[in-house]
């Protein structure tokens, strides 16, 4: 009987927690790394129930040249760390407007994604890719734009301190990456990173992902600038996020090969 | 001499192209080296200030605004020159042009207007162009609901460069002279109007008066004709020197019961998309003959068909089918009107390496009544084959952050032996200007199979695009 309500009480605990995931952890440092990964997952690629932002980026190459990208994103969960429905539509550059792109993110298996080309008027299905290549010609991955499973890793707490969590997490499959581990800074209040580096089979650290923003958007802590670099090229990728509404209750069945072709201005402006 | 001039043009903007390039690779000074080995804090308040201007120059793209307008476009130039010898084409070029486009763009919460027009002076026909691509309104009624009305292009299917259920227009002049992939296909002034009910779609198009594609007529581009010599003479590859060049076919009557309805039912089932295919109209290229005239024209068609799409071994697949109706000669026996065809592909494509893409596919035309098809002919030694089989092969790969693409696509039949390859490499100079150089190699054994025929107009081409 003392070990079920425990157990009970565990669990209502851990729902709230989750649900909550920006809340303050009042009950004290947290000690269990998957944890903290697991709510950091949550806080940066959960927020709400759905959500509308525009994404402005910047990519600097090693020779100084710069080339902008600019979308709309509309999200929606159906499920809190499970899939997820994106729709980005591309403003900028000039070549590219029009263009868009719809994923079905999946926590279980590979993505479907499809691709809109306005020009030919042509929905192009996306083969699976690697996730850890160029999102769209930026220093992000694909996988930082989406989130990478954190059940992909082990997870370490190397460190805490007043104000953040130091987590080493180390792939369990080294198959398709081409970290050795990454470290994670991550904030005790808001559960978002501050620093990701991520280090080599020599022990360099040859990308880092840096947080320089954090707005509160209707009391959710929200990451609105962001930069990358390629430590090995010396470009980097900053990404400004503006416009940003949670909740609006963006309706699933806009997430349709219709809206592609016609994308849902009701929602993206 | 007006070719001339348009040429020397283009080439004086490939000269100032590659001016910039070589002079923006000379601007990395000794500083922007060393950022190099401290990059961590480069970002500095310029860096970020840039979007804080950004954001006041669109401040009004989506501010909550009734309506949002937006413009764009892009110039262009394109040379390309046939690289073997022809007999029937006297202009070596097969492209000679530059180009305006206009992107305009209203957009309303249930309503929006678009325009695409481009502007070309050609030096290979000797005129100036206007071809307006897009000039439709969208009409939202609901999530269920929706129309666009007006000149647009459309397109479904699920093959490569290979069309089975989409009998849209096209235009192969285009695709073979190196234009950009777009302009594969051409515009029709059509309705269509699409339903929505829950993970179902319909699609209606409806295209009042019938608009063929834009097919190799012998000016630009040389073809076989089987009766360049008349009826029961040999044929041969005719070209802008042959008399009977341009082709200027019979077209259908402007009148309400000689449109073209096209049909589409969508949907998924998991992570596999399903669709049925309908279309009532003509062939889309003047296949048939009308023998009072002597005039290439139109025959009747209806298509139906069907397609699966969905992930497969770390992939996607697609399979295909469509059967061809060619209802005013179902018994096969009239010469003038082509025969009911069956036409399946199978394709596979995934991505092998990072950033390297590869697709397969694999294309039947099956031909019925083969026999009386041949015993019937006007010209029986150059029908195709009763069973005719093509092969394509694409191979992507991207490079330096996705600004340089290389591309390789090719068609091949095991049994017309002929083949089409079409190498291209697009590099983004700097981000409003890229560069496209890229080749139409055809090669056949015979010269009236599908590609074979094409064989004198194996060109290589260059284009220079600046977007804004």
Known sequence: ?????????????????????????????????????????????????????????????????????????????????????????????????????????????????????????????????????????????????????????????????????????TPKSTSGVEFAHYTLRINKQTFLPSKIEYVNAQGKIYRRIETVKVDTVQGIATITRLKVSDLDSGGYTLSDVSNVEYDMGIPDDIFVETSLRNPPQKWLR | MRCLAVVALVFAALAVASGAFAQSEISETPEEVAGDVEPSDDAGEDDWGEFDEWQEEEGDSSGGKASAFQFGGFVEGLTGARVVRSSASANEFTAGEARFRLNLDATHEIASARFRGDVYADAVTERVWFDIRDASI??????????????????????????????????????????????????????????????VGLDLVWTPIFEPDRFIDGERLSFFNPLANGIGGVGEIIGDRSPLTPVDPLLPEKRLRNGTVHGRLYGTAGAYELAAYGYVGYWRQPTALDLTAMQATYARLATYG?????????????????????????????????????????????????????????????????????????????????????????LTQLLLLDNLELSLFTFFSPDELDTYIRPRVTYKIIEPLAIIVGANLMFGRYDYTFFGQLKENTNVYARLRYSF
Do not use: C
Request: no cysteine; charged share 30%; hydrophobic share 40%.
């Open chain 1, 1 to 169: 009987m003392r070990t079920l309500t425990k157990t009970w009480l565990a669990a209502v605990a851990a729902a709230i927690l989750l649900s909550t995931p920006t809340t303050p952890a009042e009950a004290g440092d947290l000690k269990d790394a998957s944890e903290i990964v697991n709510r950091t997952d949550a806080a940066q690629y959960y927020a709400a129930k759905d959500g509308r932002a525009l994404v402005r980026m910047k990519i600097v190459d090693a020779k100084g040249r710069s080339q902008r990208r600019q979308f709309a994103v509309l999200r929606r969960d159906k499920k809190d760390g499970g899939d997820q429905n994106y729709l980005v539509v591309f403003d900028q550059p000039a070549d590219v407007r029009g263009t868009t792109f719809l994923v079905k993110k999946h926590a279980s298996k590979d993505d479907d994604r499809w691709l809109y080309l306005p020009g030919l008027d042509l929905v192009k299905r996306i083969a699976a890719s690697d996730e850890r290549t160029s999102f769209v010609g930026t220093h992000f991955f694909y996988e930082d734009i989406s989130g990478r499973q954190p059940a992909e890793d082990k997870h370490q707490l190397l460190e805490t301190t007043d104000t953040e969590y130091v987590v080493k997490s």
């Open chain 2, 306 to 394: 069907a397609s699966v799409r969905g992930p497969l071994l770390g992939g996607l697949f697609n399979v295909e089918a469509a059967f061809y109706d060619s209802f005013e000669d179902r018994d096969g026996t009239d010469p003038t009107i082509p025969n009911s065809q069956f036409r399946g592909l199978v394709g596979y494509e995934r991505e092998l390496f990072p950033k390297f893409q590869m697709g397969l596919q694999y294309y039947l035309e099956y031909t019925f009544k083969y026999d009386e098809l041949v015993n019937n002919s006007l010209w029986p030694d150059y029908e195709q084959d009763e069973f005719r089989h093509l092969l394509t092969l694409r």
């Open chain 2, 138 to 199: 969208f009409v939202r009624g609901g999530n269920w609901f929706n129309m666009r009305v007006g000149r647009h292009v459309l397109t479904w299917g699920t093959g490569d460069f290979l069309f089975l259920n989409d009998l849209f227009p096209k235009d192969f002049n285009s695709f073979f002279i190196g234009r950009a992939d777009e302009y594969l296909k051409a515009p029709s002034n059509s309705a269509i109007v699409t339903f929505n009910i829950k993970k």
